[in-house]
């Protein structure tokens, strides 16, 4: 049948075995990428209240490494979605799971507050203070 038809029949577990090994590999690959790319801090915005028209009382978590200085960036925006406060806030080094209370100034009442990260030894790369043109950032923090 082959002469007369053509036909060339590989064996099937050939390549059964190719996509074995090359999804084994990909796997492996997609493993090392995110251990590698993984943040040695994690944070979590807790609660947040509007407890005046220049003032937001965030309260967040956040685990690290205790030997780590931890900077945090908070933000609060009003209903338009501008910035009325923006702080950066650094922990010393201490206790590896912390919770951190902080009272933000704002401009204006805040519709929604934000942990927008937090990172160690450095500021994180998170979006840039958004305040309306003219707008002076207010001092920071509430006292």
């Given at each position: 049948?082959?002469?007369?038809?053509?036909?060339?029949?590989?064996?099937?577990?050939?390549?059964?075995?190719?996509?074995?090994?090359?999804i084994?590999?990909?796997?492996?690959?997609?493993?090392?990428?995110?251990?590698?790319?993984?943040?040695?801090?994690?944070?979590?915005?807790?609660?947040?209240?509007?407890?005046a028209?220049?003032?937001?009382n965030?309260?967040?978590?956040?685990?690290?490494?205790?030997?780590?200085?931890?900077?945090?960036?908070?933000?609060?925006?009003?209903?338009?979605?501008?910035?009325?406060?923006?702080?950066?806030?650094?922990?010393?080094?201490?206790?590896?799971?912390?919770?951190?209370?902080?009272?933000?100034?704002?401009?204006?009442?805040?519709?929604?507050?934000?942990?927008?990260?937090?990172?160690a030894?450095?500021?994180?790369?998170?979006?840039?203070?958004?305040?309306?043109?003219?707008?002076?950032?207010?001092?920071q923090?509430?006292?």
């Open positions: 049948m082959q002469e007369r038809y053509g036909l060339n029949r590989r064996p099937v577990g050939r390549w059964i075995g190719v996509t074995i090994l090359t084994a590999f990909v796997a492996a690959l997609g493993y090392v990428f995110v251990g590698l790319t993984r943040s040695s801090v994690e944070a979590r915005l807790v609660t947040w209240d509007d407890v028209a220049d003032r937001v965030i309260t967040f978590q956040a685990r690290r490494q205790a030997t780590d200085e931890l900077h945090c960036v908070l933000r609060a925006q009003d209903e338009k979605r501008n910035d009325v406060g923006y702080a950066t806030v650094i922990v010393p080094p201490g206790e590896p799971e912390i919770v951190v209370d902080y009272s933000l100034r704002t401009l204006a009442p805040a519709y929604t507050a934000e942990l927008l990260g937090c990172a030894g450095g500021p994180p790369n998170v979006a840039a203070p958004a305040f309306p043109p003219g707008v002076v950032p207010p001092a923090p509430f006292s």
